[in-house]
């Protein structure tokens, strides 16, 4: 799999439906659940923490090999350089935290992970060089 190199991208079919479009049958449930918060601690603990990979190897699965599969890396994304676009994401990787699905910015709430005391988290977003989300309680330690 990730280790030995056969799985080149790691991302998240994000799919945050409203409550009321999942409270029903389950053939007539939409498909999908929440993933983009919870991501970066899953994979932190599954895949770095595990020992499989490194966090820059893991890192480099989540940003620049899905924007190089998807030709978007010829745009400047995925990946940091001067003149290009300015959308990052910074992490603590050792913050812990406790998966509460009525705090996500998404308006999804359908995570099976609800309650799971995990480490490492996303503090921040800059989308073309604009703050997007800041974790004003949560600061990157200097």
Request: glycine share 10%; charged share 20%.
């Amino acid at each position: 799999g990730v280790a030995d190199g056969t799985i080149t991208v790691l991302a998240t079919d994000h799919a945050p439906h409203p409550a009321h479009r999942k409270a029903v049958a389950f053939e007539r449930a939409a498909f999908g659940m929440v993933g983009v918060e919870c991501a970066l601690p899953l994979y932190l603990e599954a895949l770095v923490n595990d020992g499989v990979i490194d966090l820059v190897t893991m890192l480099g699965l989540m940003t620049h090999r899905p924007a190089a599969l998807l030709g978007l890396d010829r745009m400047g994304l995925g990946a940091l350089a001067v003149g290009g676009p300015a959308d990052v994401t910074v992490i603590d990787p050792d913050l812990e935290w406790i998966i509460r699905a009525d705090q996500f910015a998404s308006t999804g709430r359908n995570c099976p992970f609800e309650g799971r005391r995990v480490r490492g988290r996303a503090i921040a977003t800059i989308v073309a060089g604009h703050p997007r989300m800041v974790r004003a309680a949560e600061r990157v330690r200097s």
